[in-house]
């Protein structure tokens, strides 16, 4: 006896991630058994709508040495609105590392992306032998919250990738950033 008779699944629709399951032979069940509101996060729903573009936040990162303003490098923040959370990329010329420029921007980046963008956290990921790179991200605000083993390359060999994070509740100080915007 088939004792899955009553039972019935069909895709996830692509807009909607309600009524997966549906019971009987009607396509849907009785209103009165329709749960109210949402069953599945919003997050799942997200990913089958269209996607919309995504608007990066990106900086130039000048030197100031000389009076008169050298491009240096770009960070950028890749933002997940939906999340409040953002990925955050730094490059930066190699003639400019070694002078606290990574930090500087980064700190700088980190103010903007939770005083201005709103964001909860940003994220990063690192090559675990580039040590410079890790104590300039801890210096600006980061913190080691762990690895991805063997997912990255320096010099030819496999290497550990460092996840590291910044949460807006542990960043400390006045905005620097806020006031310049404001004016």
């Known amino acids: 006896m088939d ?3 009553h039972l019935r699944t069909r895709p996830l629709p692509r807009r909607s991630g309600r009524d997966v399951l549906a019971l009987g032979t009607r396509p849907h069940p009785p209103r009165r058994l329709r ?6 996060p919003r997050s799942t729903h997200r990913r089958h709508d269209p996607p919309t573009p995504r608007r990066d936040i990106r900086f130039t990162i000048y030197r100031l040495e000389s009076g008169e303003p050298v491009p240096a490098g770009v960070a950028t923040l890749l933002p997940d609105h939906a999340v409040r959370t953002a990925e955050y990329i730094i490059m930066l010329a190699p003639e400019a590392r070694g002078r606290g ?10 103010d903007y992306a939770f005083h201005i963008a709103n964001l909860r956290m940003v994220w990063l ?13 801890e210096k600006a605000g980061f913190r080691t919250v762990g690895s991805l083993r063997e997912a990255g390359y ?3 060999q496999t290497c550990d990738e460092v996840i590291m994070d910044a ?8 905005s620097i950033v806020k006031p310049l915007l404001t004016n």
């Open 3 to 5: 004792r899955h008779r």
């Open 125 to 137: 990921k690192v090559l675990a032998p580039n040590q410079a790179g890790i104590r300039a991200y």
């Open 167 to 174: 949460v807006a509740g542990e960043f400390e100080g006045p």
């Open 154 to 156: 320096w010099l030819g």
């Open 35 to 40: 749960p109210s509101g949402t069953r599945v």
């Open 101 to 110: 420029l990574g930090t500087q921007a980064t700190r700088l980046t980190l």
